[in-house]
């Protein structure tokens, strides 16, 4: 497998770090991470392509998780990025907002690294 | 004209006693999975919580309220090290911004046991301890304290009734 450049988009700079360091413990090779603290900052580092995975939280301020799923979609340098949801709100009408709006996959927090490795191996299998 | 439905009432969630139990479960997890860690209760915990750091996440909605976990520096600057590991919680800023991503778990893991819709907001973290904190609205309490490494952890829901 190739190595992924991955942006991860979330308020907290603890759960970045949680995430980047589940990413490798799954036994990912990353080329490069790139953090954003929310979705308009997410969006500024998509438009910069060359992405092949993106890891977002929901609620966070200035631009939350659902609205940076929207607007990623009239980005043409992340067309097919998939898209991992990483967030405390599980409810269904959440899941499915964020699968409606582009999300591939979706993980609820507290998660275990092995959990978070199922996911994005699972996503990353389908897209080999 | 107003037309109300069925659907359109709204809905709010009353207190349930049992909720305390379902707190310590929800928290439980957060802790066990997020920080390696089990927190059994505290022993004989003190009437009046004293704490230099608290945490605190908003719900609104079918259950409107607060969620607030209460704890010493010392406790997140730990707590922060098991989420991320020795050295990697450095500084004081990392270690507020976990015990606001450990309290932000907590409601959510709370909210989807009692399977009620709900905002969350994101967390705030308050340093200090000469602050009381008043709602307009009549309240109710669930709380919890639970022990690590000896020292008390308030986590304490507040409902809107």
């Not at chain 1, 036994?27 to 392509?49: C, D, F, M, P, Y």
């Not at chain 2, 000896?150 to 986590?155: E, F, K, M, R, T």
Request: contains cysteine; negative net charge; aromatic residues 4%.
């Amino acid at each position: 497998m190739k190595k992924l450049k991955v942006l991860i988009v979330d308020d907290s700079s603890v759960m970045r770090t949680i995430v980047e360091r589940a990413l490798r413990s799954a036994g990912l090779e990353l080329s490069e991470v790139l953090e954003a603290t929310n979705g308009a900052e997410g969006l500024i580092a998509a438009e910069k392509g060359g992405l092949d995975l993106i890891l977002s939280d929901i609620n966070m301020p200035v631009m939350d998780g659902l609205e940076f799923l929207r607007n990623l979609r009239t980005i043409a340098a992340a067309k097919g990025v998939p898209v991992v949801m990483i967030s405390t709100e599980g409810s269904e009408a959440h899941v499915v907002e964020a699968l409606s709006l582009g999300a591939r996959g979706y993980l609820r927090k507290p998660f275990t690294p092995e959990q978070l490795k199922e996911r994005v191996m699972a996503l990353l299998g389908v897209l080999q | 004209m107003s037309v109300m439905t069925k659907s359109a009432r709204p809905v709010t969630v009353q207190f349930d006693e049992n909720w305390t139990n379902i707190l310590e479960r929800a928290a439980g997890e957060v802790f066990e999975m997020m920080a390696g860690t089990h927190l059994p209760p505290y022993p004989a915990p003190p009437e009046e919580p004293k704490s230099e750091l608290t945490a605190m996440v908003g719900l609104a909605g079918a259950l409107c309220g607060m969620m607030t976990i209460r704890c010493s520096h010392k406790t997140s600057v730990k707590l922060a090290s098991l989420m991320l590991g020795e050295g990697a919680a450095s500084g004081p800023s990392t270690a507020r911004d976990a015990i606001g991503e450990l309290c932000n778990m907590v409601a959510g893991n709370f909210k989807a046991k009692i399977s009620t819709h709900c905002m969350l907001s994101v967390p705030t973290v308050i340093s200090g301890e000469s602050y009381s904190l008043n709602t307009a609205e009549p309240t109710q309490n669930a709380t919890i304290v639970l022990s690590f490494e000896g020292d008390p952890l308030w986590i304490t829901l507040v409902v809107h009734s």
